[in-house]
C-alpha cells in the first residue's frame, strides 16, 4: 500500500542546483524517518541524508553543506534541495522510508545528471 512518487530529477551544469521531491502514499508519514540514496553506475547505492520523524538531520559527508533534506508532514512529502552540484553527484536518486532502522519501502528513483 505505501507508494514513494519523486520528481524533480533532470541535468544540469556543475555548480547548479535541483530540487527534488517525494510525495508519499499509504503511509503515516509522520511517524517514519525518511532518507535519500543514490546510485550511480557500477556503485553501490549510498545514504545522501536522513531526516528524522522530529526533523532532525543527518548527512553524507559528500553532500554536507551542498544538500538539504526537509520534510512537510501536512504534505507527506520530503524534499532534497542540492545545490552547487558536481559531475560526482550524477546517479540515479532515491526516497526510502526507515522503519526501525530499516529501509522497507523505495520510490522508483530519478535521474540526476550533472555535466558540462
Known amino acids: 500500500q505505501v507508494q514513494l512518487v519523486e520528481s524533480g530529477g533532470g541535468s544540469v551544469q556543475p555548480g547548479g542546483s535541483l530540487r527534488l521531491s517525494c510525495a508519499v502514499y499509504?503511509?503515516?508519514?509522520?511517524?517514519?524517518?525518511m532518507s535519500w540514496y543514490r546510485q550511480a553506475p557500477g556503485k553501490q547505492r549510498e545514504l545522501v541524508a536522513r531526516?528524522?520523524?522530529?526533523?532532525?538531520?543527518n548527512y553524507a559527508d559528500s553532500a554536507k553543506g551542498r544538500f538539504t533534506i526537509s520534510r512537510n508532514n501536512a504534505k507527506n512529502t520530503v524534499y532534497l534541495q542540492m545545490d552547487n552540484l558536481k559531475p560526482e553527484d550524477t546517479a540515479v536518486y532515491y526516497c526510502?522510508?526507515?522503519?526501525?532502522?530499516?529501509?522497507?519501502?523505495w520510490g522508483q528513483g530519478t535521474q540526476v545528471t550533472v555535466s558540462s
Open positions: 499509504g503511509s503515516f508519514f509522520s511517524a517514519y524517518a
Open positions: 526510502v522510508r526507515v522503519h526501525a532502522g530499516v529501509l522497507d519501502y
Open positions: 531526516i528524522s520523524s522530529d526533523g532532525n538531520c
